[in-house]
């Protein structure tokens, strides 16, 4: 092996060092009020919590007009045509912004594996400069132990 390699290698890899970027924070950094707000909407819409709260709703709003005294009923059974309604009113403006966030989120998860390749490229060469290294220190090792037995003999 050959020490200007080992050198070589290791000025190479000092190089390509560089701070280690949180892609988390950049992409947080990089979002505005409208986008944050629409990052949040759709993690908690697209939560169990929402659900139930939407079922319960739903129960509720059919149960009441279906069993409440007639003169309490403001959408009676079979009608429901309020709570047809409001829900296709919360469909029609969910759906985009659903639809916007979990563009954002595709967007972090690739500058998140565009990260993560850079963390591997760089692991990979350091490794490799290690193993240089290592195999100069075995031919050192080598080259002491040689001349140890050649000392002995002579």
Known sequence: MNKSRLREAHEELKKLRKPIRNVNVLHKESLSLL??????LTNHV????????IFGWTILWL???TIAPKE???????????????SNVIQIFLMPLIMIGQNLQGRHAENRAESDFEVNVRAEKEIEVILLHLEHQNELIMEILKNITIGKKG
């Open 72 to 86: 309490w009923r403001f959408d009676p059974f079979p009608a429901f045509v309020l709570w047809l309604f409001i």
């Open 35 to 40: 986008e944050t707000f629409a990052v949040k």
């Open 63 to 65: 149960g009441w007009n």
């Open 46 to 53: 697209g939560s169990i919590g929402f659900f139930l709260i």
